[in-house]
């Protein structure tokens, strides 16, 4: 290969890696992601383009993801609701609701992204692309709920349920992951994440008993509120087990589940 080739694809790998290839490349390429065609580019475009790009001068005309995000995130819940409750009939609400919350944490949600290999398509200023955001979990997850979005706007619900199926059925295995020994406390976090909440926080209310026998009590907050509390020798001990007692009071209180934390 001539220097001058190898020059040109050298500047078209690194434009790829940009979000920078041609409207028609970007089409072909966001097509062979989705395994749809795509008829709406405008809306793919946007949920690949991260906020960052906008606030430029010269792009404050554009839109970044973050409303197909929205949208899209509302889309995964029921899609993965829906896939939980058939796959597992004889399961009770409480076992669905931990599931559909591992499925769609933002960490699962950044795998799904990498698995179908999103990172070149997604658009970003030139700093947060220096910063590592091509390869922020946060932003992977926003950018694969925004892409949901847009395909459920182009091709509507049904479409965009079976690409989030195929999506999970490559990346993960789901009968492992529902047999996978609980952390209570990683259980509860990826159940306030996955609505949205504010982070779980841990804080000690009282110390008992001599250093050799110590009783901790702990209480978990999402908010301002109190979820539950716990008791143990340790503060780990102690946490965990509160976090046990905020997932039972959530299982049984499912009008909590509406609340924005």
Do not use: C
């Amino acid at each position: 290969m001539s220097l001058i080739a190898r020059t040109l694809q050298t500047l078209g790998l690194q434009r790829e890696e940009r979000g920078q290839t041609s409207p028609e490349d970007r089409k072909e390429r966001i097509s062979q992601v989705t395994g749809l065609p795509i008829n709406r580019l405008e809306l793919y475009e946007r949920a690949l383009r991260h906020s960052s790009l906008v606030r430029h001068k010269k792009n404050r005309h554009l839109k970044s993801n973050e409303r197909l995000e929205f949208l899209g995130d509302a889309v995964l819940g029921l899609a993965a609701a829906e896939y939980v409750y058939e796959r597992f009939p004889d399961k009770n609400e409480g076992f669905l609701t931990r599931l559909r919350a591992k499925l769609v944490n933002k960490r699962a949600l950044a795998e799904y992204a990498e698995m179908i290999s999103l990172q070149p398509l997604i658009q970003m200023s030139e700093d947060m692309d220096r910063a590592g955001g091509r390869v922020n979990p946060s932003m992977l997850a926003n950018a694969f709920e925004a892409l949901l979005g847009a395909l459920y706007l182009d091709h509507g619900y049904i479409p965009a349920r079976q690409f989030v199926l195929a999506t999970v059925a490559r990346t993960v295995d789901v009968s492992e992951l529902a047999e996978r020994r609980e952390n209570h406390k990683s259980v509860l976090l990826e159940y306030a994440q996955a609505r949205r909440w504010s982070q779980p926080t841990y804080r000690v209310l009282s110390e008992q008993g001599p250093g050799h026998q110590r009783e901790f009590l702990v209480e978990v907050v999402i908010g301002d509120e109190s979820f539950g509390t716990g008791q143990g020798r340790s503060k780990k001990t102690a946490e965990q087990r509160a976090a046990k007692s905020a997932l039972k009071y959530l299982e049984k209180h499912q009008d909590v589940m509406a609340r924005t934390g």
